[in-house]
């Protein structure tokens, strides 16, 4: 193993600092946070830790910038304008936003180059969109009299932001809010807050008005105090489910605007007609994306009766080939897992697979030669029934369930059968047959032989998996409000 990966590349200025109305401000306390490498388990940054005086400090700055400040009140085009050179500033740092991704995540680097791309297509796809959008709709009342239905800006937006895919997630909501128009305060995680801070910088370089994007990082008891805050009109939440419960708990206190992006347990359907060659080719790698800390993971294979077998070898003889190794090689495929809370729950779910009557098909355990290091082998389950708490529960690791099924329905059933709904895929060499499947399949998005997410899409869940969509369109509609004018 080397050592983790080098912070040579990475040029953030101001650790120590908190980005408040476009200043580099000292915090109102000496609280830290530490990054620690998944890879060696040592501290390799220490960045400043925000208080609640701080949070007060971000939205005061928010509210002015969005009640008084130009942002709101320029024009579509000069607002696009402005996200397309943020956009040039990610485009000019791709490599530091890759090396930062797989710094504190363990995500490959040969993934997080290709990935690092979407923030930057986040902001030129919304600044592309905001000047062919409709802000004002004209209608004529059944009298004939005139009616315009206007679109205006929510307010001040608190992103709050997990640490799987930190950078990308915080983008799907800054794009869009900026475009409509609204103020941003931003909480990253504690584990990862490097992110915010590479965006805090392009934002200032790129020259928009000071308040319009505040990070104040911080831990549970930090969020908790922001989205209570009442000059925070909207939160737009990524994470747990059971994170997202709380939030809507304390945002209905007061009746603020909220969306969530939230977990997953996604089901593939294999079908009995599917190629397990060209199936293999997109299931391998998502079900079990940046060591299966991805809420879209594949983690549940549907597999008819006749085939299991058959398909569990196929996808079992893959999955060994998964090179798992230093996240900053390029030849590696799989990483560690991004902290030891995580290790340790992926380590309880294998071990309640195994009680429940789950078959170990392979993994479990961590890898010959690592001696340090968040690391666990790919690991697949067979002879899985439904109601097993690997079934059912989100792992956020690299556990992958081995279904089998009798007859469709009994396959909608069980891929239906969770509190979840984010997303799935259905395999089949008859596209129409799976797209007919696919919309039996109660979840946000369905991908018919293969696995995308593509960020000019809405992407968002059923049931437990939230409320809203991110990306599209569909993405922008929520940093607004309605407005009815009438003309007597």
Same mark, same amino acid.
């Given at each position: 193993?080397?050592?983790?990966? *080098?912070?040579?590349?990475?040029?953030?200025?101001?650790? #120590?600092?908190?980005?408040?109305?476009?200043?580099?401000?000292?915090?109102?306390?000496?609280?830290?946070?530490?990054?620690?490498?998944?890879?060696?388990?040592?501290?390799?940054?220490?960045?400043?830790?925000?208080? +609640?005086?701080?949070?007060?400090? !971000?939205?005061?700055?928010?509210?002015?910038?969005?009640?008084?400040? +130009?942002?709101?009140?320029?024009?579509?085009?000069?607002?696009?304008?402005?996200? #397309?050179? /943020?956009?040039?500033?990610?485009?000019?740092?791709?490599?530091?936003?890759?090396?930062?991704?797989?710094?504190?995540?363990?995500?490959?680097?040969?993934?997080?180059?290709?990935?690092?791309?979407?923030?930057?297509?986040?902001?030129?796809?919304?600044?592309?969109?905001?000047?062919?959008?409709?802000? /004002?709709?004209?209608?004529?009342?059944?009298?004939?009299?005139?009616?315009?239905?206007?679109?205006?800006?929510?307010?001040?937006?608190?992103?709050?932001?997990?640490?799987?895919?930190?950078?990308?997630?915080?983008?799907?909501?800054?794009?869009?809010?900026?475009?409509?128009?609204?103020?941003?305060?931003?909480?990253?995680?504690?584990?990862?807050?490097? =992110?915010?801070?590479?965006?805090?910088?392009?934002?200032?370089?790129?020259?928009?008005?000071?308040? /319009?994007?505040?990070?104040?990082?911080?831990?549970?008891?930090?969020?908790?105090?922001?989205?209570?805050?009442?000059?925070?009109?909207?939160? *737009?939440?990524?994470?747990?489910? !059971?994170?997202?419960?709380?939030?809507?708990?304390?945002?209905?206190?007061?009746?603020? #605007?909220?969306?969530?992006?939230?977990?997953?347990?996604?089901?593939?359907?294999?079908?009995?007609?599917?190629?397990?060659?060209? $199936?293999?080719?997109?299931?391998?790698?998502?079900?079990?994306?940046?060591?299966?800390?991805?809420?879209?993971?594949?983690?549940?294979?549907?597999?008819?009766?006749?085939?299991?077998?058959?398909?569990?070898?196929?996808?079992?003889?893959?999955? #060994?080939?998964?090179?798992?190794?230093?996240?900053?090689?390029?030849?590696?495929?799989?990483? +560690?897992?991004?902290?030891?809370?995580?290790?340790?729950?992926?380590?309880?779910?294998?071990?309640?697979?195994?009680?429940?009557?789950?078959?170990?098909?392979?993994?479990?355990?961590?890898?010959?030669?690592?001696?340090?290091?968040?690391?666990?082998?790919?690991?697949?389950?067979?002879?899985?029934?439904?109601?097993?708490?690997?079934?059912?529960?989100?792992?956020?690791?690299?556990? /992958?369930?081995?279904?089998?099924?009798?007859?469709?329905?009994?396959?909608?059933?069980?891929?239906?059968?969770?509190?979840?709904?984010?997303?799935? !895929?259905?395999?089949?060499? =008859?596209?129409?047959?799976?797209?007919?499947?696919?919309?039996?399949?109660? *979840?946000?998005?369905?991908?018919?032989?293969?696995?995308?997410?593509?960020?000019?899409? +809405?992407?968002?869940?059923?049931?437990?998996?939230? $409320?809203?969509?991110?990306?599209?369109?569909?993405?922008?509609?929520?940093?607004?409000?309605?407005?009815?004018?009438?003309?007597?």
């Amino acid at each position: 193993m080397s050592a983790a990966p *080098s912070l040579s590349g990475i040029s953030v200025q101001h650790p #120590r600092s908190l980005f408040i109305d476009g200043k580099w401000l000292q915090p109102s306390s000496s609280n830290t946070l530490e990054v620690i490498s998944p890879v060696t388990e040592k501290t390799i940054a220490i960045y400043a830790e925000a208080n +609640p005086q701080d949070v007060d400090r !971000a939205v005061a700055a928010a509210r002015a910038a969005f009640d008084h400040g +130009p942002w709101p009140r320029l024009t579509p085009q000069e607002r696009a304008v402005a996200l #397309r050179q /943020v956009a040039a500033q990610l485009r000019s740092r791709h490599e530091e936003l890759a090396t930062i991704w797989t710094t504190q995540v363990g995500a490959p680097i040969s993934f997080t180059r290709y990935a690092s791309a979407q923030p930057a297509i986040l902001f030129d796809y919304y600044a592309d969109l905001i000047e062919t959008y409709r802000f /004002v709709d004209e209608r004529r009342r059944a009298d004939g009299g005139l009616v315009r239905v206007v679109k205006e800006p929510v307010g001040v937006c608190a992103a709050i932001t997990p640490w799987n895919a930190p950078l990308v997630l915080l983008c799907y909501k800054v794009a869009a809010g900026l475009a409509a128009g609204c103020a941003i305060v931003s909480k990253p995680s504690p584990e990862t807050p490097m =992110d915010a801070y590479l965006l805090a910088e392009c934002i200032e370089a790129a020259g928009l008005p000071p308040g /319009v994007f505040n990070v104040v990082p911080g831990g549970r008891d930090l969020g908790d105090y922001l989205v209570r805050h009442r000059g925070i009109d909207k939160i *737009s939440f990524t994470g747990s489910s !059971a994170a997202g419960s709380k939030i809507a708990a304390a945002a209905a206190e007061r009746l603020a #605007r909220t969306s969530f992006e939230l977990g997953g347990k996604s089901a593939a359907i294999v079908l009995e007609d599917a190629d397990i060659g060209a $199936m293999l080719q997109s299931l391998v790698p998502f079900s079990m994306p940046i060591t299966g800390q991805v809420c879209f993971s594949l983690t549940r294979v549907l597999v008819p009766q006749r085939r299991k077998q058959e398909v569990l070898d196929a996808y079992v003889g893959a999955v #060994r080939q998964v090179k798992v190794g230093d996240p900053a090689a390029p030849e590696t495929q799989m990483g +560690p897992l991004t902290m030891e809370r995580q290790l340790r729950r992926v380590e309880g779910y294998i071990a309640k697979g195994k009680s429940e009557g789950a078959k170990l098909a392979l993994g479990g355990s961590r890898p010959a030669g690592f001696k340090c290091g968040y690391y666990i082998e790919p690991t697949v389950f067979s002879e899985v029934q439904s109601k097993m708490t690997i079934a059912q529960e989100e792992i956020f690791g690299p556990v /992958v369930s081995f279904i089998s099924y009798d007859g469709i329905d009994d396959a909608v059933a069980k891929a239906n059968d969770t509190i979840y709904g984010l997303h799935g !895929a259905v395999y089949t060499k =008859d596209p129409e047959h799976g797209y007919q499947i696919a919309r039996r399949v109660r *979840s946000g998005s369905v991908t018919v032989n293969g696995m995308i997410v593509d960020p000019t899409m +809405p992407f968002g869940g059923f049931k437990q998996s939230g $409320m809203g969509r991110e990306g599209g369109i569909e993405g922008l509609d929520p940093y607004f409000e309605l407005k009815t004018i009438y003309f007597g």
